[in-house]
């Protein structure tokens, strides 16, 4: 258990539906995280909060759409997804100042 | 471009033995090094992270860092077949944990 819990653990969903991720941290972190590792790849940054500013890959499209209600929460809203979206979307969070990230144990999204 | 590279593997070794785990990177500013392992189907999870040149032990571990010739290696003592496992290396050049990853090297530890 590292502090981060992220909600679904698995989802399947098809290309025109609208679901959302969900992470959670009780570490008192500022600073959350998301990536996604793909098979084959190394883990990718998507997105970045900080004290509640946005920082982005500008790679990510834009049928991803994150939240940061609070230093504690963040979410991934997802919609109209292609297959090739399947991955592992983890959530991170850190201290700010302090470089380790702990991680969530995950979402396995699989997008038919 | 920022790039850290790491052999795939899989590195096997047998039990007991010294399981060595190699990493370049390719941006001179990188200031953080970290070393995340990663079991099939599960998330990375932190065991070593290093800021200065020189060695940093902890228990079977220990972190090596290169600065003037970028690289970072992780030296896993008395392997156990629970060692098994992929090996992230991360670094980042900023406060913020913008951690950049390998591919990791998967490391077999036979009985």
């Known amino acids: 258990e590292t502090g981060v819990t992220q909600t679904p653990r698995h989802l399947v969903m098809g290309m025109t539906n609208k679901k959302s991720l969900k992470c959670e941290q009780h570490l008192g972190h500022n600073a959350m995280y998301w990536y996604k590792q793909s098979a084959k790849k190394p883990l990718e940054l998507m997105f970045v909060y900080s004290l509640e500013e946005r920082v982005e890959n500008n790679s990510v499209p834009s049928r991803f759409s994150p939240e940061c209600p609070n230093s504690s929460h963040l979410f991934l809203h997802l919609h109209t997804l292609q297959p090739e979206d399947s991955a592992l979307y983890l959530c991170a969070s850190s201290r700010q100042g302090n470089t380790e990230a702990f991680f969530g144990q995950g979402t396995r999204l699989t997008v038919v | 471009q920022k790039e850290v590279e790491q052999n795939s593997g899989p590195l096997s070794v047998p039990e007991g033995a010294i399981a060595s785990l190699n990493c370049t990177y390719s941006?001179?500013?990188?200031?953080?090094f970290f070393w995340y392992r990663q079991y099939s189907g599960k998330s990375p999870e932190l065991i070593m992270f290093i800021y200065s040149n020189g060695d940093k032990e902890d228990g079977r571990f220990t972190a090596q860092l290169n600065k003037a010739s970028q690289y970072v290696s992780l030296l896993i003592r008395d392997s156990q077949p629970s060692d098994s496992a992929t090996y992230l290396c991360?670094?980042?050049?900023?406060?913020?944990?913008?951690?950049?990853f390998g591919k990791g090297t998967m490391l077999l530890v036979s009985p």
């Open positions: 941006d001179r500013g990188s200031q953080s």
């Open positions: 991360a670094v980042t050049v900023s406060g913020y944990s913008t951690l950049t």
